[in-house]
């Protein structure tokens, strides 16, 4: 399979996404999820940095290595790196040839920053066509918050992420993970897929703006609208996710989730745990009822559940055929059996062999073409001697497109010291 031919039939073993070449002119968390979805999927990757590199290279934790720190491992499998300064003509230049062989384009600058740098859809269309150009923005253009720099801690509080806290919790909270960041680079990646589809039938490419804002407000309303869909001083909040009980329950040696949604499923949590009584109490023998009357069915549950140790509680409820499973701390997740029987979780080895790091592997299986190969991230311009090969520089070009840095040393290390990309104001999006 060659990236000319890229709607042939996907290799076996190689994902369904093989063939397909991606120019990933993104940084820190948003973007590089959006391409690290592409890589696993079979997606060539091209990683290209400024010569400082993403800032998250020093960002993302202590790192074993320069340049290399753990976050940074974890968000940028299975892509190649190379560095170009798109400040001058010549890094220019070898962008404007890697578009024009290129399928994908994903960016998280901000628009007016990539038309600058001739790197906005207009430009790139007209050297390719086909180009499917994605765009990660904080906002979408044309309301008062465009332009504005946006990172997940903003996008959290902005959109209703944090303020949904309040009910249950008496304030708003952050999650403790980059939700808006993983959430909007997710939207990115299937965009993307939709458009190399669309493409497929029209073979033309296209440009597509993902926002943060809008894509978080969305996902908080659709779950929260609740009786204001239809009423203007309707209560807003689904009741079962506001309630303060809506928690792991506390066992005698630990915690447990339960999930117990369906009427027949509730008869079951309610035989299991010796309350057949409450099976026809009529506040919680329907879902509607039990939506009234929440608070008081989540308190049954809690106060059931410290009678028994964690594993006898999963045991016996199992047999009951009610959802119910551990609930893992960050430690413990890491030795869950599921997760290693299905190599989610798994040892990486270095270039010699040796065992290095935890990795974690694509999670989705594909019958037909299988999982691409699992790579290490790259080292700061680690592929740029072969990636301009590819374009067709001679060797003597090359190496000086190298020295003018172009493009960084083959050696690809690291510099220590450098400028944070992401506290430029041209990145939107964290």
């Known amino acids: 399979m060659s990236v000319a031919d890229p709607e042939a039939a996907p290799v076996a073993g190689r994902g369904p996404l093989a063939g397909l070449r991606v120019l990933d002119v993104t940084s820190t968390i948003v973007g590089p999820t959006a391409t690290l979805i592409l890589g696993e999927q079979g997606a060539e990757v091209i990683k290209v940095e400024p010569p400082e590199g993403d800032v998250m290279r020093r960002l993302g934790g202590r ?12 968000f940028n499998r299975n892509k190649r790196s190379v560095v170009l300064d798109l400040k001058t003509g010549e890094g220019r230049e070898v962008m404007r040839r890697l578009a024009e062989r290129a399928d994908v384009f994903v960016s998280n600058m901000r628009p007016r920053a990539l038309g600058r740098l001739g790197l906005g859809w207009e430009a790139l269309s007209a050297l390719n066509p086909r180009l ?3 765009t990660i923005v904080g906002f979408l253009g044309g309301g008062p918050y465009e332009g504005a720099p946006a990172y997940d801690t903003i996008i959290q509080g902005l959109s209703g992420v944090a303020g949904a806290h309040v009910e249950p919790f008496g304030e708003p ?7 808006a960041d993983h959430v909007t680079g997710i939207t990115a990646a299937q965009a993307i897929c939709a458009a190399l589809l669309a493409r497929a039938g029209s073979g033309r490419g296209q440009a597509i703006e993902v926002p943060m804002f809008e894509t978080m407000a969305g996902f908080v309303l659709m779950q929260h609208l609740d009786q204001r869909t239809f009423d203007r001083d309707g209560h807003m909040g689904d009741p079962r996710i506001m309630s303060p009980d809506a928690r792991p329950l506390r066992t005698r040696d630990g915690f447990i989730c339960v999930s117990a949604n369906t009427d027949a499923q509730v008869r ?10 409450l099976a026809e109490d009529p506040r919680f023998s329907t879902v509607a009822a039990r939506i009234i009357h929440v608070d008081a069915f989540f ?23 009610v959802p119910a499973m551990p609930c893992h701390t960050l430690q413990s997740l890491l030795e869950d059996p599921q997760l290693r029987a299905s190599g989610v ?3 990486e080895k270095n270039e010699n062999g040796e065992d290095a790091m935890l990795g974690l592997r694509h999670a989705s ?19 740029g001697p072969e990636i301009l090969r590819e374009l067709g520089y001679d060797e003597a070009e090359a190496r000086r497109l190298l020295a003018a840095r ?9 510099p220590e010291g450098a400028s944070s990309q992401g506290a430029s104001p041209e990145v939107p999006a964290s």
């Open 268 to 277: 079951a949590f309610f035989e299991a745990t010796g309350r057949q009584d």
């Open 132 to 134: 499917v150009h994605c």
């Open 173 to 179: 909270r952050f999650a403790p993970f980059v939700l």
């Open 63 to 74: 790192p074993r290595e320069p340049g290399l720190s753990p976050k940074f491992l974890h």
């Open 406 to 414: 172009a493009g960084v040393s083959p050696e690809g290390v690291s």
């Open 299 to 321: 308190r049954l549950r809690a106060e059931a559940m410290l009678e028994r140790p964690t594993a006898e509680w999963v045991e016996v409820l199992r047999r009951h055929d």
């Open 345 to 347: 979780v798994t040892k």
């Open 365 to 383: 299986r594909y019958g037909e073409s299988g999982v691409a190969p699992s790579r290490m991230a790259p080292r700061l311009g680690e592929h």
